[in-house]
C-alpha cells in the first residue's frame, strides 16, 4: 500500500501510522484526528487500514520466520465490523468466530470458510447448521456436540471437519501468576476454573467415535490461554503440551493431529504503556517475533521428541491486531475542580472502552488538539453514565477546555464489538483512515434505533394516559 504523506513526520510516534502530526495535533493514517472529530463527531472510533494490515502481518511474518506452516485466524470477537473482515480477508488471514452472528459476518465478508473456525461452550443447533452447511471447522466442547453434528452433517448431506478443545493439564503453570482473567489464582488454577475443554479421557473418547463417523473429517486440537499471561514463556509451556497431547492421541487412537490451534491472548506493549505493568506493558513486552520463536521452538523439540510429524499451526489473534490499529475519542464537557480532584468529563464512556477498568487493561489517553503539550495536570477522565463512569484515573494531561477531543489509544479491539447500550447511549460511529482519508464503516445510532427495538403492549396504552390506577 502507498505510504501516506506525514506518516513518516510523525513525532512522538504512537503506532506506525498513528502519532503526533506536523499541526502538533493527534493524527491517524494521514489524517488530523481533530479534524475527523469536529466533522464525524464524538464519540468515534478511529481504526488505521494501515496498522491493521501491519499488525496482521507482523503475526504472520514473525510465526513463519520460526515455523515452517502457519495460520493467522483473527480473532474477530475483537473487532467484528464487515470492512476491518474484508481487510483482513485480503492479507489472507482466517478467523475464530465466536457465535453464529460472527461467522456469518465473516462468511458475508466472504472469508475463505476453511481457513474459519466455530468456538463456543454451548453451540446451537443453527451455528452448527450454519458451520457445517459452508464448511466452517467445528471446534468440539461438549460430549454431546459430535452426535449433534454428525446428525445434521447427515442430514445436510455434507462431511464436516472438526477439532477438539482441550483442557491442558498446565503442570508447570502450577506456581505462576498472572492477570486475574478468569478470578484469583494461579494461570493453572485459573484456566482449570473455567469452563472450556475436554480432558484427556473425553478426548480419546471423541476421537474414537468421529473415526466410526465416515462424514467427520478430524481435523485439529485446540486451546486458549487467553489474556492471563504476557510472559511469552507460558505460551511455549502452552505449545509443548499441545505436542504431548497429541501424542497422547496418536498412541490412544492412531490418530496424530495435523493441527494444532493455539488460541488467542497475545499480548502487545508501546513505549507509553498500554497498561500499569511496566515491562508487560511497555515496548519490553513480547513481540510476535518473540512468541513465534518461543512457540515454534518448543512444537519442533516435543515432535522431534514424541516422533511426529510437524503440525500445521494456528495461532488467533485478537487484540494485538486490532487493538492498536484503533483509537476511541471523546468530547471534553463540563470539567469540575474538587478539593482533591479534578474531573474532566468526556461524552465517551465505559460502554465504549469498556474494558477500561477492568483487567489490568487500560488506554493511554492523550488530547488530541496540541498533542505534545506538557502535561501538566492530573485529572480524572470520566464519562456521562450514571455510574462512575471511570475512563482514566489520575492522568497527566495537558490544560484541557469544554470542546476538545480526548483520544484514547490502543482502543481498537474489544470496545466497538463489546460497547454496550447503558443509559441509553447510542453506539458511535467508526471510521476507516487509510493514507488521508476517511470513510466510514459503522453508522452512528439515532435515537430511533434504541427505542425502535421497544415494544409496549397494547393494553397498557390508555391507561398510561393521564390517569393513574387506584
Ligand atoms: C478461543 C479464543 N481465541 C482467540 C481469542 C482472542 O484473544 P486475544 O484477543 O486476547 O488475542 C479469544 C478471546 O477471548 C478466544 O476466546
Request: some cysteine; proline content about 5%; hydrophobic content about 35%.
Amino acid at each position: 500500500m502507498k505510504e501516506t504523506t506525514g506518516n513518516e513526520a510523525l513525532s512522538p510516534r504512537f503506532g506506525s501510522y498513528i502519532g503526533v502530526g506536523p499541526n502538533g495535533n493527534l493524527w491517524v493514517d494521514g489524517c488530523d484526528v481533530q479534524a475527523l472529530a469536529e466533522q464525524h463527531g464524538a464519540p468515534l472510533y478511529i481504526v488505521s487500514e494501515n496498522e491493521l494490515r501491519e499488525r496482521y502481518r507482523a503475526f504472520r511474518d514473525g510465526f513463519l520466520a520460526h515455523y515452517p506452516e502457519v495460520e493467522i485466524l483473527f480473532a474477530n470477537k475483537s473487532n467484528n465490523g464487515l470492512a476491518i473482515r474484508h481487510i483482513l480477508n485480503q492479507e489472507g488471514a482466517g478467523g475464530d468466530c465466536f457465535g453464529v452472528n460472527e461467522m456469518y459476518i465473516a462468511l458475508l465478508a466472504g472469508t475463505d470458510p476453511s481457513k474459519l473456525v466455530l468456538n463456543g461452550s454451548n453451540k446451537q443447533d443453527e451455528e452448527l447448521d450454519m458451520a457445517i452447511a459452508n464448511g466452517v471447522c467445528i471446534n468440539i466442547d461438549a460430549m454431546d456436540e459430535l452426535d449433534r453434528i454428525d446428525a445434521i452433517s447427515q442430514r445436510l448431506g455434507r462431511s464436516v471437519g472438526i477439532g477438539i478443545r482441550l483442557k491442558l493439564d498446565l503442570e508447570p503453570l502450577r506456581d505462576r501468576i498472572g492477570v486475574a482473567m478468569h478470578g484469583p489464582g494461579t494461570l493453572k488454577e485459573q484456566s482449570d476454573s473455567t469452563k472450556w475443554g475436554m480432558t484427556r479421557e473425553q478426548t480419546v473418547e471423541i476421537v474414537k467415535r468421529a473415526q466410526r463417523m465416515p462424514n467427520i473429517e478430524l481435523k485439529e486440537t485446540h486451546f486458549h490461554l487467553s489474556r492471563m499471561s504476557n510472559d511469552p514463556e507460558n505460551f511455549a509451556i502452552m505449545a509443548r503440551e499441545m505436542i504431548e497431547w497429541s501424542a497422547h492421541l496418536r498412541d490412544a487412537t492412531g490418530w496424530t493431529p495435523p493441527c494444532i490451534d493455539i488460541g488467542g491472548g497475545w499480548t502487545f506493549g508501546k513505549w507509553y504503556g498500554t497498561g500499569p505493568n511496566a515491562q508487560i506493558d511497555d515496548d519490553r513486552a513480547p513481540t510476535p517475533e518473540i512468541y513465534g520463536s518461543l512457540c515454534g521452538t518448543a512444537i519442533k523439540e516435543e515432535c522431534e521428541r514424541f516422533g511426529l510429524p510437524l503440525p500445521k499451526l494456528r495461532i488467533e489473534p485478537g487484540r494485538a491486531i486490532s487493538g492498536p490499529s484503533g483509537v476511541a475519542v471523546g468530547r471534553v464537557g463540563a470539567i469540575k475542580q474538587g478539593e482533591k480532584k479534578k474531573w474532566v468529563n468526556l461524552d465517551l464512556s465505559t460502554n465504549h472502552l469498556s474494558w477500561a477498568s477492568a483487567l489490568d487493561w487500560y488506554y493511554h489517553a492523550v488530547a488530541v488538539r496540541g498533542t505534545a503539550r506538557e502535561a501538566t495536570e492530573t485529572v480524572d477522565l470520566v464519562g456521562p453514565l450514571c455510574n462512575s463512569d471511570e475512563l482514566g484515573t489520575q492522568r497527566k494531561m495537558p490544560p484541557l477546555a469544554r470542546g476538545d477531543f480526548v483520544a484514547f489509544l490502543d482502543a481498537g479491539g474489544y470496545t466497538e464489538s463489546s460497547a454496550a447500550r447503558y443509559n441509553a447511549q447510542l453506539l458511535p460511529e467508526t471510521v476507516l483512515v487509510a493514507n488521508g482519508a476517511a470513510e466510514v464503516i459503522t453508522v452512528r445510532e439515532q435515537w430511533r434505533d434504541v427505542a425502535g427495538r421497544f415494544r409496549v403492549p397494547p393494553r397498557l396504552l390508555a391507561g398510561s394516559f393521564g390517569k393513574t390506577r387506584a
